[in-house]
């Protein structure tokens, strides 16, 4: 290699570590930005046992990033189909649970229960039997597309037997 080249390939490793460098400087100006699937949990999840179609899954979301954010989808390889729920009074007095339009909200310091009889995350075509003592793992993804995995236990509980208003009948 003679000195021309030299000089050529060490003008060119110098540009791009002043790319690379520039790339992490405009990083670190911006506030350290975090996902919402950094910055929420849940507590205490669980899920109800069922030896086939629909159960649901509980706990307590708690977000702690100062951003408002929204759970927009579930899915769990424990069932066909996951959905955000929330429980409503139908016309007739009598509980329905039904999607939850535009996903569930977090505000910037939420903490959410989610409660037999009120929100939950509804698990439709269990793929197995859930016993208790068994795991369900959960995927949640957020409105900036960013994902948070947890696992519940698996528990015997008798309640929870809200009808599901799927908008027929
Ligand atoms: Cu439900």
């Known amino acids: 290699m003679n000195a021309t080249m030299t000089a050529r390939v060490a003008a060119l490793l110098a540009a791009s570590v002043l790319l690379l460098t520039g790339c992490a400087a405009t990083g670190t100006e911006e506030p350290a930005a975090r996902t919402a ?29 100062g951003d408002d954010v929204t759970v927009v989808s579930a899915k769990t390889e424990a069932a066909e189909m996951a959905e955000l729920h929330e429980t409503v009074q139908g016309d007739a007095g009598e509980m329905t649970m039904r999607p939850i339009e535009g996903g569930l909200a977090l505000s910037h310091d939420a903490r959410v229960a989610l409660e037999p009889g009120g929100d939950h995350i509804m698990l439709m075509g269990l793929t197995a039997p ?40």
């Open 37 to 65: 699937g950094e910055t929420v949990t849940i507590e205490d999840a669980w899920a109800k046992a069922a030896d086939e179609g629909m159960t649901a899954v509980f706990g307590t979301l708690v977000n702690k990033g």
């Open 130 to 169: 859930l016993k208790a003592g068994d795991e369900v793992t959960v995927t949640l993804t957020f409105s900036d597309r960013s994902t948070y995995e947890f696992t519940a236990p698996v528990k015997d509980y008798s309640g929870a037997n809200e009808n599901y208003d799927d908008g027929g009948e």
